[in-house]
């Protein structure tokens, strides 16, 4: 009877995932849950279905859905920050740090919505697109792995707490509102900052989380050893991959908002490197007052 309320759970959990019969959790893979559920898993497996049916699945929709319609809101109400693009122009990004960055776009173009693809993978009718869009998946994320750890390090010595962050919070940003008034942040500010620490710490974790469930069957001697079974270290991995999978896509849509649409014409400081005067004036006021004590500008 145990052995059929397992595998009830396993089925469940499979067609929770929306990759179900396809990508996360492979057919091969149904002993070995069984095995270790009946044996020697913590027996956590009710609470981890439930999670996946009943939470992630709603949540990423409403993320997906909700963040940009946010957003549009505040386009329309709002709009957009426009800046002199008479002004002198501040270098701002070296071409290391363009390349790091676009080799981060072009991964996450295809891991985002692949990703998307596996978590509502029975809408999308699993099988082979979907298999597919797992590949493209785990492939993509190769190329989000050579660019992580440079990104890490070569904007770590800005993206240090400070109180400034402090009072960006307060002010969010000085976004609802198209008031020139000075915004307190040094080069990079608070929403930055957290954007890249979740991209950046969180990305790997998203890795190494995303790794164990893609190879799946591994032994690693630490978990045994600390009487963790695999089947729920796969579960907490799941469990992981996809909170921060949420928070990425939430802010991802965030930063394509901002250099896309809130700030007019940001997105060239990726392109050549410079960002117009004003807007560091304006937005990034610390930093300003520090280039002005240098005689920058
Ligand atoms: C289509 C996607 C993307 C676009 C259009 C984009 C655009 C930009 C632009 C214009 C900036 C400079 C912003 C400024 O300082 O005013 C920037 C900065 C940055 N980008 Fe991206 N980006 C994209 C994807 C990514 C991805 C996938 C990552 C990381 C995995 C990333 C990480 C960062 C970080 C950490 C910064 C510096 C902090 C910040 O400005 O938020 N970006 N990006």
Request: hydrophobic share 55%.
């Amino acid at each position: 009877m145990k052995k059929y309320i397992v595998l009830l759970l396993v089925a469940f959990t499979s067609l929770a995932f929306g990759a179900s019969d396809s990508a996360i959790w492979g057919k091969e893979m149904l002993p070995n849950i069984l095995g270790y559920d009946q044996k020697e898993s913590l027996h956590l497996g009710q609470y981890f279905t439930i999670l996946q049916s009943t939470y992630f699945k709603p949540i990423f929709l409403g993320v997906v859905l909700g963040v940009p319609a946010v957003f549009l809101l505040h386009y329309l109400v709002i709009g957009p920050m426009v800046f002199s693009h008479d002004r002198k122009k501040i270098y701002v990004f070296t071409v290391f740090n363009r390349i790091v960055h676009a080799i981060a776009v072009i991964a996450f173009i295809l891991i985002i919505p692949t990703g998307l693809v596996m978590m509502f993978g029975s809408t999308f009718g699993g099988g082979e697109f979907v298999r597919t869009c797992k590949e493209i998946h785990a492939i993509s994320t190769l190329l989000f792995i050579i660019s992580v750890v440079p990104m890490l390090f070569m904007w770590l010595r800005w993206m240090l707490p400070s109180f400034d962050d402090l009072k960006w919070m307060i002010i969010m940003g000085g976004y609802l509102s198209k008031d020139k008034k000075p915004v307190p942040a040094g080069r990079f500010n608070a929403g930055q900052k957290m954007w890249f620490w979740l991209a950046t710490l969180g990305g790997m974790l998203m890795i190494l989380t995303g790794a164990a469930m893609y190879f799946q069957d591994f032994k690693l001697e630490i978990l045994a050893a600390n009487g963790i079974s695999q089947i729920d270290f796969l579960r907490a991995s799941a469990i992981v991959h996809n909170i921060l999978g949420m928070a990425v896509l939430a802010l991802f849509l965030t930063h394509i908002y901002m250099s896309v649409f809130a700030i007019k014409g940001a997105i060239h400081s990726m392109i050549n490197g410079y960002k117009e005067e004003e807007e560091v004036e304006i937005l990034h006021s610390s930093f300003y007052k520090e280039l002005k004590e240098d005689k920058k500008v």
